[in-house]
C-alpha cells in the first residue's frame, strides 16, 4: 500500500509516534524514526522493523531546533530518499495555571509542539508538491479545541496546529498534497501515565466509552490518512477520543 514511499515520524522512540512508525513500515514504507532524547527505544524499535523485513533509520534531532532539523531532513533524505509522508507526532506538555505560566513555559511547548511541525511541514511541502504526491498528518489534541485548566501553552499549540493544517491543505490541494490532523484524546502512553489515579477515574466518568484509547486506535487512523483511502480527505482534524468530545456538548 505504501511501498517506495518514505516517511518522517518525529518523535517516533514512544508512544503513538513508535506505533505509527509500525504501521507504516508493515504498509511497505521506509520510515525514519525520530527521537530526541530516547536513543535506545528508538534504536530497538529500528532493529525490530529491520528484523521484519522494513527500511528503516533512527535519526536523533530536537525538533524544537532548527539547526536540528536541517541536519535530520538532510540525513534522511541522502539515506532513504525524498520525504513523501511527514507525521508531526513529537510532543510535551509543560502544565502551570495561567498565572504562573512563564515565557519560557509557553516557549518551549510552542517551539515543540506547533514550531517543529510547522518548520517541517514548510520546508517539506515544495518537494512534495513538485513530486505531485505528499501527506502530512500532524498530531493535534482535544485540548487544543476544548481547553484543559493549566495547559494554556499546549493547547493554544494544539489550537494553532489545526489551524496551520487546514491552511497548508488548501495551499496545495491541487498539487496531490493532502495535510490534516489526528486529535486524540486520552489514550494510554508515558505521557498519560503519570497522572494520579484520582484524576484518571474521575476522566473515565467523561468518556461515554468508559475507557482510555491505545496507541493502536491512535495509529491506525494515522496510516489511513496517509494512505490512499484518504486520497480526497485534507485539511480535517479527525478526533479520536472515544465520545469525549461529543458527550461534552451534549451536557452543554
Ligand atoms: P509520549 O509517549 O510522551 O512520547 C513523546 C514522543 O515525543 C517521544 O518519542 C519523545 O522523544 C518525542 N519528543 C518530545 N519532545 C521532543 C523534541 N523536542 N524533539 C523530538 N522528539 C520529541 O507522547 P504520546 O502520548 O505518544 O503523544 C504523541 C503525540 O500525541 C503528542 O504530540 C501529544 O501531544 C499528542 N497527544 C497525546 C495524547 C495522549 O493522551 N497520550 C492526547 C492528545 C494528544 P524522546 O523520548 O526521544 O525525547
Known amino acids: 500500500m505504501l511501498q517506495g514511499r518514505i516517511a518522517l515520524v518525529t518523535g517516533a522512540s514512544r508512544g503513538i509516534g513508535a506505533e505509527v512508525a509500525r504501521r507504516l513500515s508493515a504498509a511497505g514504507a521506509s520510515v525514519a524514526i525520530n527521537y530526541n532524547r530516547s536513543a535506545e527505544s528508538a534504536e530497538s524499535l529500528r532493529q525490530e522493523l529491520e528484523a521484519v523485513g522494513g527500511r528503516t533509520l533512527a535519526i536523533r534531532a530536537d525538533v524544537s531546533d532548527r539547526d536540528d532539523l536541517t541536519a535530520m531532513v538532510e540525513s534522511v533524505e541522502s539515506q532513504l530518499g525524498p520525504i513523501d509522508i511527514l ?16 515565557l519560557e513555559d509557553w516557549n518551549a511547548v510552542w517551539e515543540t509542539d506547533f514550531g517543529g ?27 487544543g479545541i476544548a481547553g484543559n485548566a493549566g495547559q494554556a501553552n499546549y493547547a493554544s499549540a494544539k489550537g494553532a496546529l489545526m489551524g496551520l493544517t487546514a491552511d497548508l491543505a488548501t495551499s496545495v490541494a491541487e498539487q496531490g498534497v493532502t495535510v490534516n490532523c489526528v486529535a486524540p484524546g486520552y489514550i494510554d502512553t508515558d505521557a498519560t501515565a503519570a ?6 477515574e474521575a476522566w473515565l466518568d467523561q468518556i461515554p466509552m468508559r475507557r482510555w ?26 478526533v479520536v477520543d472515544g465520545g469525549l468530545l461529543a458527550g461534552r456538548a451534549l451536557k452543554g
Open 117 to 143: 511541525a510547522a518548520w517541517l511541514a514548510t520546508h517539506l511541502l515544495p518537494g512534495m508538491t513538485e513530486r505531485k504526491w505528499g501527506r502530512i498528518v500532524n498530531l493535534g489534541s482535544i485540548v
Open 213 to 238: 484509547g491505545t496507541v493502536e486506535e491512535v495509529a491506525a487512523v494515522v496510516e489511513f490518512l496517509a494512505g490512499p483511502g484518504a486520497a480526497y480527505i485534507t485539511g480535517q482534524t479527525i
Open 195 to 200: 497522572i494520579e489515579p484520582q484524576y484518571r
Open 87 to 102: 507525521v508531526n507526532n513529537a510532543g510535551f506538555v509543560r502544565d502551570r495555571l495561567l498565572l504562573r505560566m512563564s
